[in-house]
Each structure stands twice: as structure tokens, then as C-alpha cells.
């Protein structure tokens, strides 16, 4: 496919609805190096990634349903059931994880946006290789127990987790922004009067 309408055609594909196949490894080992070309100020890699794959995916969701049990001692079946689930639906999840640190000349805030970026690759790569993708983050994205179970290191933060399969549904796109409601052209009237 042309680059650009690999661009113009990219759309989700929500998890529930990503099956089989999913990249093999050689696929994997593309999407993940298309990944680690992301702009990075200072060629910090501030970001790595973790694979949750085969039995990984529900393992790691047999650890969060169990954190989600004991925060949540309310819990449903049904809602524990969609926590062993969580990371099993798709064939692969690649959880995205921002390293980013104090530097004295790369903000943070910079940090987080090439791993927000490699993430954004992730899910283009996939697209090029026919696959499906969606980018998700949820509690297990924010809650720090979620982040010590899926093996984060004190510090670091998911930016998301990478579902990559093979769309079950037929693709149906959603309205786009209007350039015109996004787009402005500066002009000197538009700076602040002193
Ligand atoms: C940082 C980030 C987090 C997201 N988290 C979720 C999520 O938890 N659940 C979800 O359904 N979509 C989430 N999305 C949105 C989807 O990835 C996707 O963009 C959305 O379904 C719209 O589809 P589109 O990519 O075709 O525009 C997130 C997107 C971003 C950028």
C-alpha cells in the first residue's frame, strides 16, 4: 500500500473484536523496530516494551483479576472474568512503557511524547502488515499495584497497550475532524495586543 493511504485508511479495530492471527515473531520483531525509530530528543530511548503473548496474556490477567479482587472486594464474577480477559484478547498486546526521567536538557514531558509516538508506530507498522490495532489503557494503565504486577520498574508509566490481531468485523470508519475546524494559518492579528 501507498504510504500516505496507509496513513489515510488507518483505523481501530476495538480489542474485543481482534482475533487470530496475530504477527509471528518476524512480524513482531518489524512493528517493534518500526517503533523504535520514533523521534526521540537527545536519543534518550525513554520508552521499552513489554509483549504479553500465548499464555503470558492470561497468566497476566489471572494477577490483575486477583489485584482487581482485592481492591475491589465487591467484585462480580463477570467483572473478574473481563480482568482475566484484559490482555488475552487479541493475539498480541505490546504494553508501551514510558521511561522518562529527569535529564537536564530533555523535559519529561518530551520523554513521554516519543513513547506515545513509538506506541503510534506500533500501530501503523501493524497496519502495513495487514494486521488490525488498538490502542488502550484502562485502570491497569494508571494504577501503580496494575504496573508492579505487569512489571514496571519504580518510575516508570504505561502510555498503553498495543492490542495487535486480525479484525473479526468489517472495517467501518468513524467522522474524522474537519480540516477546517483544526486547522488555523497564522496570521500577525492573532498575536496578543501588548
Ligand atoms: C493514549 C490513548 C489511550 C486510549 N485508551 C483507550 C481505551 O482505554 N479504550 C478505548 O476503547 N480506546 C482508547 N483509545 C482510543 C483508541 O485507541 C482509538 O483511537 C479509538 O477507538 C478511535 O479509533 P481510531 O483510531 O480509528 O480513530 C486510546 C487512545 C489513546 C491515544
Given at each position: 500500500m501507498d504510504a500516505?493511504?496507509?496513513l489515510k485508511t488507518r483505523r481501530s479495530i476495538v480489542s474485543e473484536f481482534l482475533g487470530p492471527p496475530g504477527p509471528d515473531a518476524t512480524q513482531?520483531?518489524?512493528i517493534l523496530t518500526a517503533?523504535?525509530?520514533v523521534p526521540d530528543h537527545g536519543k534518550l530511548a525513554p520508552?521499552?516494551?513489554i509483549v504479553f503473548q500465548g499464555e503470558a496474556r492470561e497468566q497476566a490477567g489471572e494477577a490483575l483479576a486477583a489485584l482487581f479482587a482485592a481492591k475491589n472486594p465487591d467484585a462480580t464474577e463477570k467483572q473478574l472474568a473481563d480482568e482475566r480477559i484484559r490482555l488475552a484478547k487479541a493475539p498480541v498486546v505490546v504494553g508501551v512503557v514510558s521511561t522518562a526521567a529527569p535529564h537536564p536538557k530533555i523535559p519529561e514531558f518530551e520523554q513521554l511524547l516519543s513513547a506515545a509516538n513509538a506506541a503510534m508506530l506500533m500501530v501503523l507498522a501493524a497496519h502495513a502488515l495487514g494486521f488490525a490495532a488498538h490502542w488502550?489503557?484502562?485502570w491497569i494503565a494508571y494504577d501503580a499495584d496494575a504496573g508492579r504486577v505487569l512489571g514496571l520498574k519504580p518510575g516508570e508509566r504505561f502510555v498503553g497497550f498495543v492490542h495487535i490481531g486480525t479484525s473479526t468485523v468489517?472495517?467501518?470508519?468513524r467522522p474524522r475532524p474537519s480540516l477546517d475546524d483544526v486547522v488555523t494559518y497564522w496570521q500577525p492579528r492573532d498575536k496578543p495586543a501588548d
Open positions: 500516505l493511504e496507509l513482531l520483531a518489524e517503533a523504535v525509530r520508552w521499552r516494551f488502550v489503557t484502562g468489517p472495517a467501518v470508519d
